[in-house]
């Protein structure tokens, strides 16, 4: 049994299989990437009954990660790394002008924008992708290449916001991961005016309680790109593993660059099940068929977007 990668449970199933042969053919097909050196094995699908996390390993119970050079290729598409998020309208309502921001997996920065001008002072950003390091330079942020369960160690309790846009996903290990956010947060109880909603955890993730959760053959939420999966079950039970009060949940509309994404999706539903990836005759006939079948299909004005924002008080 394989514990839970968030709480640790070893309350967990597995549900599907999928072939390292089938993951790096349509890495090569939709992205001309080699992955073949990242997924060296078949992958295994959990789900974590105490939580509700899906997550990925590896037969060998490894768990497969993008490098430097996977995330540099995708760096490359114009696409990437938007300047302009949904989510980043949202979360600034939450910050004050004089807060500290940490953010964790910032891209080029684009959030630090989006900040008070005096925010934007005192913003920090971490980063692996040297590419997106560069990319922040230019707009006059420094980030850094460091993880943050090593930053943490010598930044205890500095930020008022600690904030991951579309990252924890990403990440094998996530308790680790939202523990050190935790650690660079400020203590409300030792703060003078502690038990506010200063100090503050936000997290963007894809929501796999929108249409995404149907999306098959979606490599970019497989490994070596997505490690894990979360519903708004799976938010709401953070808040308990971590001690913290869940103050906001929030869902966006479809957005205008996942119109097409969320026609195509629903369109194959209609038609087909919806394993991880299904690489058959069928399928392919579906999908060309839906060049002209996705005009029909209407988003209904409460449908969950791509992606869900949680903010977390510290207690």
Same mark, same amino acid.
Request: proline share 3%; with cysteine.
């Given at each position: 049994? &394989?514990?839970?990668?968030?709480?640790?449970? +070893?309350? &967990? $199933?597995?549900t599907q299989e999928v072939k390292q042969d089938d993951i790096n053919a349509l890495c090569r097909k939709v992205y001309g990437m080699d992955t073949s050196y990242l997924i060296t094995n078949d992958l295994l699908y959990h789900h974590c009954k105490s939580c509700d996390l899906r997550f990925f390993t590896t037969k060998d119970g490894t768990i497969p990660t993008g490098d430097n050079n996977f995330y540099n290729t995708l760096t490359e598409l114009d696409w990437y790394y938007f300047s302009e998020k949904h989510e980043y309208s949202? =979360? /600034? @309502?939450f910050i004050n002008k004089d807060s500290k921001v940490l953010e964790v997996g910032c891209g080029k920065a684009a959030f630090a924008h989006f900040l008070p001008q005096e925010a934007k002072a005192h913003y920090v950003g971490l980063e692996f992708n040297t590419q997106a390091?560069?990319?922040? =330079? /230019? +707009?006059?942020?420094? #980030?850094?290449?460091? *993880? #943050?369960? $090593?930053? =943490? /160690?010598s930044h205890a309790h500095s930020f008022d916001i600690a904030c991951s846009f579309q990252v924890l996903e990403h990440v094998s290990n996530p308790h680790g991961f939202i523990s050190a956010q935790i650690q660079c947060l400020k203590d409300s109880q030792l703060s003078m005016g502690g038990g506010h909603n200063k100090y503050l955890l #936000?997290? =963007? !993730? *894809?929501? $796999?309680d929108s249409f995404i959760q149907?999306?098959?053959?979606g490599i970019l939420n497989m490994p070596p790109h997505h490690i894990s999966?979360?519903?708004?079950? &799976?938010?709401?039970?953070?808040?308990?593993?971590? +001690?913290? /009060?869940l103050i +906001?949940?929030?869902? $966006?509309? !479809? @957005?205008?660059?996942?119109?097409?994404f969320y026609k195509s999706t629903m369109w194959a539903k209609l038609f087909l099940p919806t394993p991880l990836v299904d690489r058959g005759f069928f399928r392919k006939i579906i999908n060309r068929l839906g060049r002209i079948g996705k005009h029909c299909i209407k988003i209904p004005p409460n449908a969950y977007g791509h992606t869900a924002v949680a903010i977390y008080k510290i207690k």
């Amino acid at each position: 049994m &394989t514990n839970c990668i968030l709480c640790h449970s +070893n309350n &967990t $199933e597995i549900t599907q299989e999928v072939k390292q042969d089938d993951i790096n053919a349509l890495c090569r097909k939709v992205y001309g990437m080699d992955t073949s050196y990242l997924i060296t094995n078949d992958l295994l699908y959990h789900h974590c009954k105490s939580c509700d996390l899906r997550f990925f390993t590896t037969k060998d119970g490894t768990i497969p990660t993008g490098d430097n050079n996977f995330y540099n290729t995708l760096t490359e598409l114009d696409w990437y790394y938007f300047s302009e998020k949904h989510e980043y309208s949202f =979360a /600034k @309502q939450f910050i004050n002008k004089d807060s500290k921001v940490l953010e964790v997996g910032c891209g080029k920065a684009a959030f630090a924008h989006f900040l008070p001008q005096e925010a934007k002072a005192h913003y920090v950003g971490l980063e692996f992708n040297t590419q997106a390091k560069e990319l922040a =330079a /230019k +707009n006059g942020i420094l #980030i850094e290449n460091i *993880p #943050i369960e $090593e930053y =943490a /160690k010598s930044h205890a309790h500095s930020f008022d916001i600690a904030c991951s846009f579309q990252v924890l996903e990403h990440v094998s290990n996530p308790h680790g991961f939202i523990s050190a956010q935790i650690q660079c947060l400020k203590d409300s109880q030792l703060s003078m005016g502690g038990g506010h909603n200063k100090y503050l955890l #936000i997290i =963007a !993730v *894809p929501s $796999e309680d929108s249409f995404i959760q149907y999306c098959v053959n979606g490599i970019l939420n497989m490994p070596p790109h997505h490690i894990s999966r979360f519903s708004d079950n &799976t938010l709401h039970n953070i808040a308990d593993i971590f +001690n913290l /009060k869940l103050i +906001n949940l929030h869902h $966006e509309n !479809v @957005q205008n660059e996942h119109i097409e994404f969320y026609k195509s999706t629903m369109w194959a539903k209609l038609f087909l099940p919806t394993p991880l990836v299904d690489r058959g005759f069928f399928r392919k006939i579906i999908n060309r068929l839906g060049r002209i079948g996705k005009h029909c299909i209407k988003i209904p004005p409460n449908a969950y977007g791509h992606t869900a924002v949680a903010i977390y008080k510290i207690k």
